[in-house]
């Protein structure tokens, strides 16, 4: 396998028939991180013969390192002398070679309303920068606390996403006279960023006084 590897990677194969008859036309699959990203033919192969491909998936390295697996006739439906060389599995670095960089900023931050003085967070992540930005992880904090983290998807230069954490913020733990939610991108510090003093957003919320719950009777026979 080779890779360009700069904002968006194509990866390549070759597949060689090293036995002593012609193979006829096979099936090849990519996967990356063990999810299978894109599938495609080959034709019939004389023994000896090489063919050289790629795959039309094209995407950004995620998190740390990818793991990239070819495998050639997946399904077997090929009689082969060895069936044992038919994957080749690779771990590759998520190093782009490109001079642009991303920069991940929270644009805005907002409370929706729920049920009994409960809010869900909501906010919108903006790659400012001029490279792509990989998946990456957005932190919420109340009071200087993790409470909550959220995945981010891939961001190309320029795009955004809303998104809302699956943890809800209650006003009933807020703490007189104010809280301090703070949505903050990249929040564990994994991608490598023009600046890394932008990414967080403060949205300061005032305590409402939540009404005493009253108990009810339920009688049952």
Request: net charge negative; charged share 25%; aromatic share 8%.
């Amino acid at each position: 396998m080779i890779r360009e590897y700069g904002a968006e990677s194509k990866i390549w194969f070759k597949v060689r028939n090293s036995g002593d008859g012609t193979s006829p036309g096979a099936e090849v699959r990519l996967y990356i991180d063990d999810i299978l990203r894109a599938t495609v033919r080959i034709p019939q192969l004389n023994a000896g013969e090489e063919y050289e491909g790629n795959f039309s998936y094209v995407g950004v390295c995620s998190g740390k390192t990818d793991t990239i697996k070819v495998i050639v006739d997946p399904r077997r439906l090929i009689t082969e002398t060895n069936k044992g060389n038919n994957v080749l599995e690779e771990v590759w670095n998520c190093t782009v070679e490109s001079k642009e960089m991303p920069d991940l900023i929270i644009r805005r931050a907002w409370l929706e309303p729920l049920p009994g003085y409960n809010y869900r967070v909501g906010y919108e992540i903006v790659n400012q920068g001029q490279g792509y930005a990989c998946g990456s992880h957005t932190g919420l904090y109340v009071d200087n606390t993790l409470i909550a983290e959220d995945y981010v998807d891939r961001l190309a230069p320029g795009e955004s996403v809303e998104k809302v954490f699956k943890v809800n913020y209650s006003m009933s733990q807020c703490t007189p006279p104010s809280d301090t939610i703070q949505v903050v991108a990249d929040y564990n510090d994994n991608i490598e960023e023009i600046s890394e003093d932008n990414n967080g957003y403060s949205l300061p919320v005032e305590c409402l006084q939540v009404p005493a719950r009253i108990g009810k009777p339920d009688l049952t026979v």
